[in-house]
């Protein structure tokens, strides 16, 4: 705790870090790490903060992806409906819920387009709020704890410095 206290706007920042769209636990549990910060705290900070999206886009997700629609079909000059399924990520994102379905995606599409969007693409797809809020927490978890052991013993074994 006195670590937290001690450097609470580094935690503060590796928060904003994290519930930032697009800046994932891929980057902030290893980027926490490396400052030299607890690799339990900055991993339960990434997680948290990666999760708060992932929950208000399953809240939310009606009023989320009328918005996208509108917007993607005004840029792209395109109908509202294939405004969501089309793209090369969306197109890859199917091929992985085609086949493993949303447990597949959860835990696969973070690494390829963000546990946001695949959030946002497995509702899209058809799949139970849910089952996408239960299976994108427990992809959470894995890919954190993944992540945090991985730098962790990776930065040991340069025998990088920390605090």
Do not use: C
Not at 75 to 80: A, H, M
């Amino acid at each position: 705790m006195a670590e937290l206290v001690q450097h609470w706007w580094e935690y503060l920042l590796l928060f904003g870090l994290a519930i930032t769209p697009w800046l994932e636990v891929f980057l902030v549990v290893p980027l926490g790490i490396a400052w030299g910060l607890n690799p339990v705290l900055v991993s339960i900070v990434g997680f948290v903060g990666n999760w708060i999206p992932v929950l208000l886009i399953g809240f939310f997700y009606t009023q989320i992806s009328r918005w996208i629609k509108r917007r993607r079909a005004r840029k792209l000059g395109i109908s509202e409906e294939e405004a969501l399924t089309s793209g090369k990520k969306v197109t890859r994102a199917r091929q992985i819920w085609d086949r493993y379905g949303t447990p597949g995606l959860a835990l696969i599409a973070p690494a390829i387009v963000g546990t946001d969007i695949a959030a946002l693409l497995a509702l899209a797809f058809g799949s139970s709020k849910r089952w996408v809020m239960i299976w994108m927490t427990i992809s959470l978890a894995v890919w954190t704890v993944i992540l945090a052991v991985g730098t962790f013993y990776g930065l040991t074994y340069m025998d990088w410095w920390m605090r």
